[in-house]
């Protein structure tokens, strides 16, 4: 059973900047690829970016191209979605999964574990 904690959200005025981090705990972290999503208040949760175990493969959507960057420390057990540029659209619950597949932690309905997700709040 694998345990994912979020952290580094918070509130940010628009063209700001953040640094999301998801600890992970209770299994083998580089056996999982992970994603990071998000969920507006009123809307469906949507993928954001996903990351191979290896690092080597990674994918965004295409709102978050060019403005985020996820990343991985194997050593560390944690996963990192730095957000740059950001906009009031932004604004969401931001939710770390993961999976023994990189496909699952791709499609909409994310992979096996999830955490309890951080809120980002960018105001204009």
């Known amino acids: 059973q694998v345990q994912l904690v979020e952290s580094g959200g918070g509130l940010v005025q628009a063209g700001g900047s953040l640094r999301l981090s998801c600890a992970a705990s209770g299994g083998t972290f580089r056996n999982y690829a992970m994603g990071w999503f998000r969920q507006a208040p009123g809307k469906e949760r949507e993928f954001v970016a996903a990351?191979?175990?290896?690092?080597?493969?990674?994918s965004y959507a295409d709102s978050v191209k060019g403005r985020f960057t996820i990343s991985r420390d194997n050593t560390k057990n944690t996963v990192y979605l730095q957000m740059n540029s950001l906009k009031p659209e932004d604004t969401a619950v931001y939710y770390c999964n993961a999976d023994r597949e990189y496909y699952s932690v791709q499609n909409p309905e994310g992979g096996d574990y999830w955490g309890q997700g951080t809120q980002v709040t960018v105001s204009s």
């Open positions: 990351i191979s175990w290896t690092g080597r493969t990674i």
